[in-house]
């Protein structure tokens, strides 16, 4: 098997600021970003201040996945998603 990484960097551009750059969204792509994440405030005692993700020519995916990453971000009850019939 090759992975297909889906998340290409995550770093720390300031203090208390990590930049998560996704190219696309993916089976595996809320793993790859929750877990850079965690490692990041573990070792910083929970000093995250914010996240900027990078979806810069993202030409999208699995959109299950797209939602749970954007649920990170969002207020519960928050409008994520809405299809409409047009048959």
Known sequence: ?????????AYEISNGI????????????????????KQYISAHKGKLK???LDLRGNPGGYLETALTI????????QLILYT????
């Open 18 to 37: 990590m930049m998560i750059r996704i190219s696309r969204f993916g089976a595996e792509t809320y793993k790859e970003m929750i877990i850079p994440v």
């Open 50 to 52: 914010g996240i900027i």
């Open 70 to 77: 954007a649920n990170e971000f969002l207020d519960k009850g």
């Open 84 to 87: 409409e019939d047009v048959l």
């Open 1 to 9: 098997k090759i992975p297909l990484n889906t998340v290409d960097a």
